[in-house]
């Protein structure tokens, strides 16, 4: 037999169960309005499609600041288990996914969201605190959890919070995932461009991350680190 991952063996078995434990969880009043606002909502174009989103979307939500802007497309998964604050901006074919009854994702306010990134708590948590600024094509995702302090700006590609799959004796897409605790970032910072951040990495206040970096270890705060893997310059 062909050897698989624990997600793939999960999600493998399709139908329609495994479509409703994915959108929404055990409630099916989550689940129809999840639906509703895929069916009805999720593409209207134009200043009608903005406005009406922003007048309804907010319900399905854990909760829901003031004036949010949400784009076109969003994939939405559990948003029961999403809390975000006031004039959080969501761009165009973003995905907020949390996985499992655990996961948990909160955005202070006047978060961004860019086009076509990917936030994704699978039983862990994502915390963006206020002012942070993803763009777009990146990927957050952690199995225990990631924190971006305030004001932090993500460049363009990056991906924050990979676990890696440990050693064994049978093929590498079955090992168990090695996890070391998330990653921390701290306020005021910058992630430059197709920055990778593995898991277990703590970033100081104010620290710059040079563009196309791999940070396996921790970065002090003010310091700016470049490179791959990532090391300190100044």
Known sequence: MVAI????KKYSTGGFGTYKELVSGDSWVNF????????FLSN???????????LTLGQIFKSCGIRPAF??????????????????????????EAKGDGAQITFGDLVSIGKYSIIT???????????VNISTHCRIAT???????????VAAYCYIGPGNHSRGEGPIIEEPM???????????????????ILDGVKIGDGAVIG?????????????????????IIK
């Open 178 to 196: 090695e996890l070391k605790g998330g990653v921390v970032i701290g306020k005021n910072c910058w992630i430059g461009a197709h920055t990778t």
């Open 71 to 96: 784009g076109r497309g969003i994939l939405l998964k559990r948003p029961s288990q999403i809390s975000i604050g006031n004039k959080v901006m969501i761009d165009d074919f973003a995905t907020i």
């Open 211 to 231: 563009a196309h970096s791999l940070v396996l270890s921790d970065v002090p705060p003010g310091a700016t680190a470049v490179g791959a893997p990532a090391r």
């Open 5 to 8: 991952s624990e997600q793939q």
């Open 121 to 131: 708590a699978k039983g862990g948590s994502v915390h963006l605190e206020s002012g």
């Open 44 to 54: 209207i174009p134009g200043l009608f499609g903005f406005a009406l989103r922003a």
């Open 32 to 39: 129809i309005k999840e639906e509703l606002y895929t069916l």
């Open 143 to 153: 199995q225990t959890k990631v924190s971006i302090g305030e004001s932090t700006l």
